[in-house]
């Protein structure tokens, strides 16, 4: 002991008395023990990247509020897949922006099979057949109002909404994708689906349903890139499910599993940490979350101010998601992180 070391008290224990030997800093000491022990890791397939398609050719267009994202034209759509494919991102899932002119008070135009979502569809899958393709059924890009189903008299109409969103997933289905991924948290919409996509002979096609979609302050950014911002008159709190609950959210994945969903996501993703945790304990299958727009402007943002490392931030924030229990995860960094991993 020097003059500088305080005397230990009579009595006290050491630290090896308390921990019992066990120092859990051993681990931590250096970087390979450190990835010697680590717990969970994120890889290029955890990762599906979200897009945004827009009528024209040669077309793209920044969406203000997500720096980095693009509206693309189905040509540069291709291109972007490509570039996908060779950085190992297993899947793609497409939300289309349709012109104004398109859109009505059923989103009728979802059930052409011309529509921009099919012909981006069928585009990517003769360019880049190995890559997976996920498509949405929610009527909100192609209604005129914003809402993910059919408007009648100020409500959103439930069943007159699925028959029309089961048809559209026949459609998609027909066009080439590979999961179709229901959105509008209509109830009884997976049952509707699978069991059109099986009457259709497209057996094979799967189902992730956005089991527990929540009525988030987290969308903004989303609704700009599709064009439905400035649409929506009242809000989503009518079908999709009230932030304050996880109990309700673990009966929809219940039910969305017994009427024939594949696998389960989570929307929005780091907000809701705890459900992903729940659901993937409570039913052990496939689990996903969607790093929603404003997530990832959070992110962005705050990164471009200097006031956070936005790179590691990123990363932190994915690997969180594995941590929780994901399998994979739809996030706009995808290809970022891809790029990262890879080099």
Not at 29 to 50: C, H, T
Not at 79 to 101: Q, S, W
Not at 177 to 182: E, M, Q, R, T
Request: proline share 5%.
């Amino acid at each position: 002991m020097n003059k500088y070391t305080p005397a230990k008290p009579a009595g006290a224990r050491s630290v090896d008395e308390i921990t019992g030997s066990r120092r859990l800093r051993r681990m931590r000491k250096a970087d390979w023990s450190r990835r010697l022990v680590q717990e969970n890791r994120l890889s290029v397939d955890d990762l599906i990247w979200p897009i945004f398609i827009i009528d024209g050719e040669n077309r793209k267009e920044p969406v203000p509020a997500m720096p980095g994202v693009f509206r693309m034209s189905v040509d540069l759509a291709v291109r972007e897949a490509e570039r996908a494919a060779r950085l190992g991102i297993p899947a793609l899932a497409t939300f289309p922006n349709v012109d104004m002119d398109l859109r009505d008070q059923t989103g009728s135009h979802v059930l052409d099979p011309d529509n921009i979502i099919n012909r981006a569809t069928r585009a990517i899958k003769a360019a880049v057949p190995e890559i997976g393709i996920i498509t949405d059924v929610a009527l909100d890009p192609f209604t005129s109002h914003g809402h993910d189903g059919i408007l009648r008299d100020g409500i959103i109409v439930n069943d007159e909404t699925v028959e029309q969103v089961a048809a559209a997933a026949v459609l998609q289905a027909a066009a080439g994708s590979d999961i179709i991924a229901p959105s509008d948290m209509m109830d009884g919409r997976i049952g509707a689906i699978r069991d059109a996509l099986d009457d259709n002979g497209f057996q094979d096609v799967a189902i992730m349903s956005y089991a527990t979609k929540f009525a988030s302050a987290f969308y903004g950014p989303y609704r700009e890139a599709i064009g439905t911002q400035g649409l929506l008159k009242g809000d989503k709190k009518t079908y999709y499910i009230d932030h304050a609950n996880s109990d309700e959210a673990v009966r929809e994945a219940e039910q969305d599993l017994a009427e024939g969903a594949d696998m389960l996501m989570v929307k929005p993703g780091l907000p809701y940490l705890d459900i992903i945790h729940r659901l993937k304990e409570e039913f052990r299958v496939p689990t996903f979350a969607y790093q929603v727009s404003g997530e990832y402007s959070m992110i962005k943002a705050a990164g471009a101010n200097g006031w956070i490392d936005g790179e590691k931030a990123m990363l932190e924030s994915l690997l969180a998601f594995k941590r929780a229990g994901c399998d994979g995860i739809l996030t706009y960094f995808a290809p970022e992180v891809a790029e990262m991993l890879r080099g």
